[in-house]
């Protein structure tokens, strides 16, 4: 049985970039845990600093299908390249068709620029784009495939 998992970004504001994220990968604000209306009365009910509520976002796959992510606040910035990064098959991964796929690429990469990210790098492979290294709004890269 595998185990479950979630993946935690340090960043400097993690609402904004728990928004990006949430565009690039289609994910919603995670639900607070059962039996709280909202994250603020988890927060208050956990005795959690009201001056810390804003240190941490979260969001989960809608279909249930992908780990959560955890946004958490650090006071030092991004200083090297990842040493870990995401994939995120936009165009369907390179089992789909080049024809099909590259062109959902390029508008992902429109749309995400549109939101803050930049663009990094186009990699070719065999003569045609296969895959953009990009950069979230906060530096952290990732490829869209």
Excluded at 10 to 30: I, S, V
Excluded at 116 to 130: E, F, K, N
Aim: net charge negative; charged share 25%.
């Amino acid at each position: 049985m595998a185990t479950r998992w979630t993946l935690t970004i340090d960043c400097a504001q993690p609402a904004t970039l728990a928004r990006f994220w949430a565009l690039a990968l289609g994910y919603t604000e995670k639900p607070p845990p059962a039996g709280f209306g909202s994250w603020e009365e988890w927060f208050a009910h956990h005795d959690v600093p009201e001056e810390e509520w804003d240190d941490g976002a979260y969001l989960s796959d809608p279909d249930g299908v992908g780990p959560d992510l955890s946004f958490l606040r650090v006071p030092e910035p991004k200083a090297v390249k990842n040493r870990v990064h995401l994939d995120v098959q936009v165009g369907g991964g390179r089992g789909t068709p080049w024809e099909v796929r590259w062109p959902r690429v390029a508008e992902a990469v429109e749309r995400l620029t549109a939101a803050g990210a930049t663009v990094i790098r186009q990699d070719d492979l065999q003569g045609r784009p296969d895959h953009v290294v990009m950069a979230d709004p906060e530096g952290n890269e990732f490829c869209l495939v």
